[in-house]
C-alpha cells in the first residue's frame, strides 16, 4: 500500500479538514486498534458492500459508483486474505485502513461509501457479526463434547464409582451418571450461547453516529442483506451498546467455569492416590527428571484459562461501568478481550473433548472405592426404615453405630456378621446384606434423574434426541 506504515505527521486524510498537523507518535500508539481490529477485516467487508449496495438501491448513491465500491472491496478482501495488504497503524483502524485503500484502488467514488453511515455504527456491526460467528462455533464445539460425554455416559451406564460432597466419599453412583451431570452443565452453556444469538441479532448499521440519518436509507434491507433478524430499534443504544460482548464472555466465563471444575476433577482422578484415570500419552507429558510421572498439562492449562477468560469478562465490565451515552473512544477496548476469550474457550472445549473421548476408565479402582467410606451407611439407614418400620433419624443413629462398630473391626459395613449387626439393633436379618452393596445401592436409586442404571440411561436418551 502506497502510505505503508510511514511516520509523517501530515494530519489524518479522513478528518484533515479540521486538523493542521497529525498526532503524536504517543497518540497514535494509544489511539490505534488496528493491531487487534483487523481480525474484523471480513465483516467491515462484508457490511461496506450491503452498504453501499442499499445506497444504490436507495437512489443515495449511482449504481456506477456502488458497482466500483463493490469490486474495489472485494480486491481488498483477497488482498488481505493473500498476505499482501499493508496495513498501517497511522490509519488508526479497520474501518479506515480499507477506506483508505479503497481510495487509492477506485478513486473519488470510495469517498461514497461512508454517506450516512459512522464508524460507530460500522464498528458496532462488524464487532457484533464476529461475536455472532463466534457463538456460532461455541454452539458447536459445545455440541462435540457432549456428544463425547453421551459416548462415555453410554459406555459406563453401570460402572459404579463412589459419589462425593465435600469430596468425601458420599454414597455409590455411577459413572455414567457422573458423565450426565457435565452433560446438563454444559447442555445449560449451550442454551446460553443459542439466547445470546438471539439476543444479538439485530443490524447496528443505520444508526450512524448515535443520531441516525437524514438520508434516506432502508434498515431492513442491510439488516436482511446480513443475516440479521431486523435492525435495532434505537440509534443511541446502538452505538453504546455491548451487551453483545458482555454476554459472550459472561457465557464463556460460566462455560470456562465448568470446564475448570472438570478440569480439577481430571487432575485429582489421575493421581495415583485416586487412580480412577488414566489419562492418553495424546493429553499429558512428562517429567524431565522423573521418570515415572505423567501430568496431566492439558487440565491444568483449561483450569487456567477460566483466569483469563473470567478477567476478561470484568475487564469489560468494568470499562462499560463508568460510559455516558453513547458511543466513548473507551469501547476500543472491548476486542482484545472478547478475541482472547474467544481463543481461550475454543481451546479449552477442545482439549477437554478430546480428553473425555481419550481417557481410559480404571473400573476396578472406582469400584474398589465405591465401596469404601462406608458408602452405603445411607442404604442401611433406608432399610431399616422400609423393613423395620424404624423412624428415619432413628434409623440414622442406629446406622451410625453399625459404622462405629465397622470401623473399630476395620471392615465394611457388608462385612459385619448378622450377629454383630442385630446386636445394634435386634430387627435386622440377613435380607438387610442384599442392600449392602454398591450394585444393589444404585440399582435402588430410581427416582427420576437419580443414579440407577435405568434412569441414567433415559437420560441419555432424552439427550440424544436433543443434541
Ligand atoms: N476503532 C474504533 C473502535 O474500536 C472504531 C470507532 C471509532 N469511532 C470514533 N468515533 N472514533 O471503537
Known amino acids: 500500500m502506497a502510505d505503508g506504515n510511514s511516520e509523517t ?39 461496506s458492500i450491503a452498504h453501499a449496495t442499499m445506497l444504490a438501491h436507495q437512489g443515495i448513491i449511482s449504481t456506477e459508483d456502488k458497482d466500483k465500491i463493490v469490486h474495489g472491496l472485494n480486491t481488498i478482501l483477497s488482498e488481505i486474505e493473500s498476505g499482501a495488504f499493508e496495513f498501517s497503524r497511522r490509519l488508526e483502524d479497520i474501518h479506515m485502513n480499507i477506506e483508505a485503500r479503497l481510495a487509492t484502488l477506485i478513486g473519488p467514488a470510495a469517498g461514497r461509501l461512508h454517506t450516512a453511515r459512522s464508524r460507530n455504527d460500522q464498528v458496532a456491526l462488524d464487532f457484533r457479526l464476529w461475536v455472532k460467528e463466534e457463538l456460532q462455533r461455541t454452539e458447536k464445539a459445545l455440541t462435540a463434547l457432549i456428544a463425547a460425554f453421551l459416548d462415555r455416559a453410554e459406555e459406563h451406564a453401570d460402572t459404579v464409582m463412589p459419589g462425593f460432597t465435600h469430596l468425601q466419599t458420599a454414597q455409590p453412583v455411577t459413572f455414567g451418571h457422573h458423565c450426565m451431570a457435565y452433560v446438563e452443565m454444559f447442555g445449560r452453556d449451550r442454551s446460553r450461547v443459542r439466547h445470546a444469538i438471539e439476543h444479538m441479532d439485530e443490524s447496528p448499521i443505520g ?6 440519518t ?15 433478524a431486523g435492525p435495532t430499534r434505537n440509534s443511541i443504544d446502538t452505538v453504546s451498546d455491548r451487551d453483545f460482548a458482555l454476554e459472550f464472555l459472561s457465557m464463556a466465563s460460566i462455560t470456562a467455569t465448568h470446564l475448570s471444575r472438570l478440569a480439577e476433577e481430571i487432575v485429582i482422578w489421575s493421581t495415583p492416590q485416586f487412580g480412577f484415570i488414566r489419562l492418553s500419552d495424546a493429553f499429558s507429558t512428562g517429567s524431565s527428571i522423573m521418570p515415572q510421572k505423567k501430568n496431566p498439562d492439558a487440565a491444568e492449562l483449561v483450569r487456567a484459562k477460566t483466569g483469563r477468560i473470567n478477567g476478561s469478562l470484568v475487564a469489560l465490565l468494568t470499562v462499560m461501568k463508568g460510559l455516558p451515552l453513547a458511543y466513548s473512544k473507551d469501547m476500543q477496548e472491548d476486542k482484545e478481550q472478547v478475541f ?26 472406582m469400584k474398589a472405592a465405591a465401596g469404601s467410606g462406608y458408602s452405603t451407611a445411607t442404604d442401611l439407614a433406608d432399610w431399616l426404615v422400609r423393613e423395620a418400620g424404624l423412624p428415619f433419624r432413628d434409623a440414622h443413629h442406629v446406622t451410625g453405630r453399625a459404622v462405629a462398630l465397622a470401623e473399630q473391626k476395620a471392615c465394611d459395613l457388608a462385612d459385619l456378621s448378622l450377629a454383630d449387626l442385630q446386636s445394634i439393633h435386634a430387627d435386622i436379618t440377613d435380607k438387610v446384606f442384599d442392600v449392602l452393596t454398591v450394585e444393589a445401592s444404585v440399582a435402588s436409586r430410581t427416582s427420576f434423574g437419580g443414579t440407577a442404571p435405568n434412569e441414567v440411561r433415559k437420560q441419555i436418551a432424552w439427550w440424544r434426541a436433543r443434541n
Open 214 to 228: 437524514g438520508f434516506p436509507i432502508d434498515r431492513h434491507m442491510t439488516a436482511k442483506a446480513l443475516g440479521f
Open 340 to 365: 482472547d476469550a474467544a481463543e481461550s474457550l475454543e481451546l479449552a472445549i477442545a482439549a477437554m473433548t478430546g480428553m473425555v473421548r481419550d481417557v481410559t476408565i480404571r473400573t476396578d479402582r
Open 207 to 212: 444508526a450512524a453516529a448515535l443520531a441516525g
Open 9 to 47: 505527521k501530515s494530519s489524518n486524510q479522513m478528518w484533515g479538514g479540521r486538523f493542521a498537523s497529525g498526532p503524536d507518535a504517543i497518540m497514535e500508539e494509544i489511539n490505534a486498534s488496528i493491531g487487534f481490529d483487523k481480525k474484523l477485516y471480513a465483516q467491515d467487508i462484508r457490511g
